[in-house]
């Protein structure tokens, strides 16, 4: 059974930092591009991080320099490390596994992050 579970959210002071997590099982994870999208109130979602089974990765313009997205192959798991929050960080925010290959396009159900004062 396919699994992606996110925690680590929760409510921190701007310019604070959270750690997410996002676990998987079911499959294997090295074989997917692995991603962080974050969704605030009236928003669409939008890409945060991506990490690319070459090792690459690739952030979005309003988090560049501030965010860190890492996997662990072994462990099966993927982190998006987020420093010097600011309000407009303020989302729910998902992981997502990509396999185009296979049409396997994996969702968690998201955790949220508040950044107030």
């Known amino acids: 059974q396919v699994q992606v579970v996110e925690s680590g959210g929760g409510l921190v002071q701007p310019g604070g930092s959270l750690r997410l997590s996002c676990a998987a099982s079911?499959?294997?994870?090295?074989?997917?591009?692995m991603s962080w999208y974050r969704q605030a109130p009236g928003k669409e979602r939008e890409l945060v991080a991506v990490?690319?089974?070459?090792?690459?990765?690739r952030y979005g313009d309003s988090v560049k320099g501030r965010f860190t997205i890492s996997r662990d192959n072994a462990k099966n798991t993927v982190a998006l490390q987020m420093n010097n929050l600011k309000p407009e960080d303020t989302a729910v925010y998902y992981c997502?596994?990509?396999?185009?290959?296979?049409?396997?396009?994996?969702w968690g159900q998201g955790t949220q992050v508040t950044v107030s004062s």
């Open positions: 997502n596994a990509l396999l185009i290959e296979r049409g396997h396009d994996y």
């Open positions: 079911g499959f294997t994870l090295s074989t997917y591009a």
């Open positions: 990490s690319t089974t070459g090792g690459r990765t």
